[in-house]
């Protein structure tokens, strides 16, 4: 643990898995992994505790350990004044998700890095994010904060009790839910007339600079158009979905999506990629895709896999959590380019036709630093008087200019393998591995989710949460649950094996029995056997990525329908209601619940195919059915011989192929409509 790197010895971190705190591991702070031995010495010495949390992807997390955590005057001050606790935000959300509620009530906003000051018996006294070494701009530095701090805990200890008391009886409401009436179809028109007015006309998306994806926002209004006909609604998706692959958030060159444009036109990105943000817009242009036929739409979800099969994906077939921002300590220079580095590496055909094409400037086109980002004014097929081989021509330049940033230094990896964004992610490529009928997708899928249920699970038949260097680790938490039930569910129904319907039944039971609201209804974040931190809380907010028990909703809903068992749809229903006064506020800022709320509304539908899955009948029908965008159905493969699906689906049983063809029946409330052998007939009949 005392090993020398340099001048410089490891602290506690080194011992860790995270490649977040390992970053720290050679700091000259002291510092502390979460744990006992951490919040003992706080109690023992009589110090406060400094709890930063954080990152590895983070560029602000990487400015304040640069400026500060690898400072010597700043580390003396922080060890001679408190116990100094790393946490990786992505390892436990538990504790980032309680701490976060706690700055955000104290300064109105939030963000990582989330630096607080806490008793030794973990109460919050004090809330800040990033931190300069020193005072400037009315923000206060860590060379004047600490000195403030130490007089404060030793000669005003009752302000500090006073303050903490105040912040842990703050945090009480958020570990409930404050239930009401029961939800209706009027809060999907709500939360519809809500984005409508958040809508950027001109340039796609929601709401000003900075920009976020928000790919369920689109996957709502996707549903809120099937339900309604409102040409609005699709018009919003296309423009968002073009507007995106169009811009500089997206990596023409090699493909994914940055996190967040920092201004309103998706042109200047924040330039870490995430998975779950891959696996959530993926999602979005297949449906995107399914509901309007757009190549361009088809060809963007392809890349975006691309990215992710290549460079973000495990031998042992998981898949990593994200990518750096920066890298030679600058962000974004990774994927900047100058105007004489791009002639230099293609034919002077294709250097024109990329100039004109991506905006490229002698000047540069990216504010501030005469270098360029690559971005369409237009989709490819729309721009005139161009070579009819102009696709094979940018994709030749692509190739090259691929090869030629291959060889730069690379951002930092998180390769850490994290069940819940695996769940998204294996989701994603069933999804996808049905739409665009790419087996290819579909065996990706299933060699993560076998990676998982192989490696991750624990003695008690529950799930890890995180998974590096042959450890896995962390009880699992709601969003590793339901997030890969989602994903087990979409694999199912890509191919049919019905391991991967039973493994989704388990764990939605292990859901369940350790995580719900006996009371209140909805979900805990954690489980009734996880380590007690403050309070055991409770989220439905879809943010950057959506809410465990919106996901939760969705599925119990279509484990319902599967093995017609009311008691699962009550169980969902009860989840809106649980969060109804919440909800009822904004809807907007729900769209993944109002999702699954359109799927408990109906009208939804049974589709049970009874034939064999390798007959080229069967599979007619599945790509007909797959083609389209039904969004609230589930698909079920009754095969003539026996099989274990009609133990879990009993009303399945009767229901069998006609003269030796794949025939479809399609059940409403598991009433099922005269089965049918034709595709056409079962898409009239959906």
């Known amino acids: 643990m005392s090993e020398e790197v340099g001048k410089r010895k490891a602290n ?39 709890l930063s949390i954080g990152y590895s992807t983070c560029h602000w997390c990487h400015v304040m350990e640069k400026e500060s955590f690898e400072d010597d005057d700043v580390a003396a001050l922080m060890n001679d004044t408190f116990v100094s606790i790393k946490v990786d935000r992505e390892e436990r959300p538990d504790i980032d998700s309680i701490y976060m509620a706690v700055c955000q009530a104290m300064t109105g906003s939030g963000g990582w890095p989330l630096n607080l000051l806490l008793t030794p018996d973990r109460r919050p006294f004090h809330a800040l994010t990033y931190i300069p070494k020193e005072s400037r701009f009315g923000r206060v530095g860590m060379l004047d904060l600490i000195p403030q701090v130490k007089e404060l805990w030793k000669s005003h200890r009752d302000e500090v009790e006073e303050a903490a008391n105040h912040n842990v009886n703050a945090l009480k409401p958020a570990s409930g839910s404050l239930a009401g009436e029961r939800l209706t179809e009027e809060i999907l028109h709500i939360a519809y007339e809500q984005l409508l007015g958040m809508f950027d006309e001109e340039h796609g998306g929601f709401g000003d600079a900075p920009k976020f994806p928000a790919p369920h926002n689109l996957m709502f209004l996707l549903r809120y158009w099937k339900r309604t006909g409102d040409r609005m609604a699709l018009m919003m998706v296309e423009k968002t979905l073009y507007a995106m692959c169009m811009g ?22 924040h330039f870490e990629k995430m998975l779950y943000d891959q696996a959530m817009l993926a999602m979005a242009y297949i449906e995107g895709y399914q509901a309007t036929g757009k190549k361009d739409f088809e060809k963007t979800c392809r890349e975006i896999f691309t990215y992710v099969l290549r460079d973000m994906t495990s031998p042992e077939g998981g898949f990593f959590s994200g990518e750096d921002a920066d890298s030679e300590g600058e962000e974004g220079k990774f994927y900047l380019w100058t105007e004489n580095e791009i002639r230099q590496v293609l034919t002077d055909e294709e250097y024109k036709l990329v100039k004109k094409l991506f905006n490229i400037n002698v000047n540069g086109n990216f504010p501030g630093n005469g270098q360029n980002i690559f971005y369409l004014s237009k989709p490819v097929t729309e721009v005139p008087d161009f070579p009819a081989n102009i696709e094979k021509i940018i994709e030749s330049s692509r190739r090259k200019l691929f090869e030629a940033r291959e ?24 999804k996808a591995s049905q739409a665009f009928d790419e087996p290819e997708y579909a065996k990706a899928a299933q060699n993560a989710a076998d990676f998982i249920l192989s490696t991750m699970r624990n003695a008690n038949d529950g799930i890890y949460h995180r998974y590096r260097e042959g450890e896995a680790a962390i009880k699992g938490f709601l969003d590793d649950y339901a997030f890969l039930v989602w994903g087990l569910l979409e694999l199912y129904e890509a191919i049919f094996e019905i391991r991967y319907l039973k493994a989704a039944l388990e764990f939605n039971e292990y859901l369940l029995t350790h995580f719900r609201d006996m009371e209140a209804g909805g979900f805990f974040l954690t489980s009734d056997n996880a380590e007690n931190i403050l309070i055991r809380k409770k989220d439905i907010y879809d943010g950057a990525i959506p809410s465990g028990n919106s996901i939760a909703m969705l599925n119990l809903i279509r484990l319902g329908k599967i093995t017609a068992d009311p008691e699962l749809e009550r169980k969902a229903d009860a989840i809106g209601q649980a969060f109804s006064l919440k909800v009822g506020q904004a809807p907007a800022g729900y769209t993944m619940l109002m999702s699954a709320l359109d799927f408990t509304m109906g009208p939804s539908s049974e589709v049970i195919i009874a034939g064999d899955l390798q ?45 030796g063809k794949a025939t479809v029946y399609v059940c409403r409330n598991f009433s099922c409509r005269l089965p049918v052998t034709e595709p056409g007939k079962m898409l009239e009949l959906l």
């Open 407 to 430: 060889k730069r230094i690379h951002p930092g990896k998180d390769d850490k393998i994290l069940a819940d964004w695996n769940g998204l992610m294996i989701a994603a490529l069933a």
């Open 248 to 269: 500089g958030i997206y990596d023409h060159v090699g493909f994914g999506f940055h996190r967040y444009s920092v201004d309103q036109r998706w042109l200047v990105p």
């Open 12 to 50: 506690r971190l080194i011992d860790e898995k995270s490649p977040y705190l390992l970053q720290h591991a050679y700091n000259p702070v002291n510092w502390y992994p979460w744990g006992e031995e951490a919040f003992d010495k706080a109690r023992t010495e009589d110090k406060p505790v400094f």
């Open 615 to 659: 007959a080229d009948d069967t599979m007619e029908m599945l790509k007909a059915l797959r083609k389209e965008f039904i969004p609230d159905k589930v698909v079920i493969l009754r095969p003539d011989e026996e099989s274990e699906i009609t133990r879990i689906s009993d009303y399945t049983k009767s229901l069998s192929s006609k003269g």
